[in-house]
């Protein structure tokens, strides 16, 4: 009997060693929910953190919590690493089946840049890349139904009193010695450099209200040659 009691009094003291963090090793199966902790004093903030434990040569912080920032308001935070390198990186892939390659779809790294078929992006939102292998084949593809580009600077200066628009002859000389049109990258440097989207856009409409006023001065003469010949033929 006096064993018995030992025995328990052992069971809950180590059940109760330690309330901050609670390990478990193995494999966890249960037919219902499964809950980490409970509910928490604080009246916001962080709750029970999911720790996951890694290798002996990386200690970062890597855990799952619930976090409260104000009544009624829930964010789900995931955190991989503590700041010190920017190749820590949270990485959503898939394993083939056969060749056992994971592929890394979706990076978040801890400079807060984002990439989707890029491990490691160096813009805000990188999206790159063919992906082939011997079960998948997948494209990069950017669908949306509206996108919406705000630009400092829109195109309509070309109608302007002032402006100097320059004659189709300099126009012509121009596409014969730089193979481009004036204020459009050539080839090369888009291809080194790629293209702004916005920026573009508003180059493309600078050239069709110039190509506009090219046909309306040359309405213009149009007309005014058709006068000088009726007045011919009279």
């Known amino acids: ?3 018995t009691l030992f025995i ?9 060693l330690s309330a901050q963090e609670q390990v478990i090793e193995g494999d966890l199966t249960a037919t219902g929910e499964i809950r980490i902790g409970k509910d928490i004093s604080n009246k916001w903030g ?5 720790i996951l434990k890694g290798t002996a040569l990386s200690n970062d912080p890597v855990w799952i919590a619930k976090y409260t920032p104000q009544q009624e308001t829930t964010d789900l935070r995931i955190n991989v690493g503590d700041g010190f390198a920017i190749e820590d990186r949270l990485v959503v892939g898939t394993t083939e089946w056969d060749t056992k390659v994971f592929h890394e779809w979706f990076v978040v790294r801890m400079d807060g840049n984002v990439g989707i078929g890029t491990p490691q992006p160096t813009s805000k939102l990188d999206v790159n890349g063919r992906i082939k ?3 998948l084949d997948v494209s990069t593809l950017i ?25 189709l002859s300099e126009v012509e000389k121009h ?4 193979q481009h049109l004036p204020d459009i990258p050539s080839e090369k440097e888009v291809k080194e450099n790629g293209i702004d989207l916005g920026t573009m856009q508003a180059k493309l409409l ?23 010949v009726e007045e011919l033929q009279k």
């Open 1 to 3: 009997m006096k064993k």
């Open 8 to 16: 328990v009094c052992l069971l809950l003291f180590v059940m109760n």
């Open 46 to 50: 962080l709750g029970n953190r999911l």
């Open 133 to 135: 292998s011997t079960t």
């Open 143 to 167: 669908r949306a139904k509206e996108v919406k580009i705000q630009i400092p600077d829109w195109s309509d200066f070309v109608f302007a009193p002032d402006y100097n628009l320059i004659s």
């Open 175 to 178: 596409i014969k010695e730089k």
């Open 206 to 228: 600078q050239k069709i209200e110039e190509l506009t006023l090219y046909v309306i001065e040359q309405d213009k003469k149009i007309v005014e040659l058709q006068e000088k």
